[in-house]
């Protein structure tokens, strides 16, 4: 069941884990190292089908008591990592976490600059952290601001049920929600308090950790292999159709300026016949930022999207596609705006 606050929002880009066996290389990287991450966990984290698998149409992190590479349990992680990045949106996940002394399920999101300037310059995002066997979640953000500082809030609710987790992200504001009940929000305004780090592209990260400094370690009596279930991750974004329609799509056409207007944006080629690939280079492009390009029809479906790191992205119609005008809508960081284009039903 989707929970989105915002009833105009559609699907930019998920993953329902329908397949069986690893999940898709295309959306995830599969962690493969030991756990500690400066927290003192206890897992090893392994690339194994019986730590991180696809079955009964969901993702399974899966952490065990057995000695591997050195640690005395192994679980499973993923992140999307140079693959799926995303500064914006109604990302959510539904999900059953295990309860346990010493478990610690997560769905986060790091920046994408981490590499190059650390932890917490990077930005976090918590959007569900769960630990032991406490009787509710957290949300909470990380970053930099003269030093480490957080911001966050507890929910209460019974995680082994399958739940909701989500945020809603734009450029005013994280705000978090358990089935679609609010229960905190970030002020991230004009970089208030610092919290420019939020006005950049994250990563999506999965895992279930083992120990560590926040929960502590497991007991004889902590539940193993225990499960994190994943039924899917998504992304929304604003609709193209915006706030009442196809009419306001139409408005946005015709009020559509030339392109030469606006800056050094450009959509060629332009007539494109159906099937072909069309070019999008965006205007006044942030390279600090990931580009979002979607194909939108004028009843406001998405037809297509494609994602990139430069300043130019190419997209590819379908064959299948009527004939007649679409819109090319961009986001790159707080970049935003649709421009149109012609699909040729011939050469």
Known sequence: MLFCVNANAQLWWGDEFNGSGSPSSSNWNIDQANGGFGNNELEFYTNRTSNVTQ???????????????GNAYTSGKITSFGKRQFGSGWIEGRMSLPQGQGLWPAFWMLGVNIGS???????????MEHINSEGGVHGTIHWDAG???????????????????????????IKWYVDGIQY???????????????????????????????????????????????????????????????VEIAEEVKGER?????GSGSVS???????DSFTVKVRNYD???????????????????????????????RSDLNGGMYLVKVTNGTNSYATKIIIKDEN
């Open 55 to 69: 079955g009964n149409n969901c993702l399974q992190l899966i952490a065990r008591r057995e000695n591997y590479g």
């Open 269 to 275: 080629p332009n007539p494109v016949r159906k099937g």
């Open 184 to 246: 905190l929000t970030a002020n991230i305004t004009n970089n208030i308090n610092s919290t420019e780090e939020f006005h950049r592209d994250f990563f999506i990260i999965l895992n279930l950790a083992v120990g560590g400094n926040w929960p502590g370690n497991p007991n004889s009596s902590t539940p193993f292999p225990s499960t994190m279930w994943v039924d899917y991750v998504r992304v929304y974004q604003p609709s193209a159709a915006a706030r009442e329609g196809t």
């Open 258 to 262: 030339d392109q030469s207007s606006e």
């Open 287 to 317: 390279p600090h930022a990931l580009v979002n390009i979607g194909l939108v029809d004028l009843n406001g479906k998405i037809i297509a999207t494609e994602t990139g790191n430069q300043e130019s992205v190419t997209v590819n119609t």
């Open 117 to 127: 300037v650390g932890w917490p310059a990077c930005g976090e995002i918590d959007i």
């Open 147 to 173: 030093g480490h500082v957080q911001y966050g809030a507890y929910s209460s609710v019974n995680v082994s049920g399958w739940h909701n987790y989500q945020i809603n992200w734009n450029q005013y504001s």
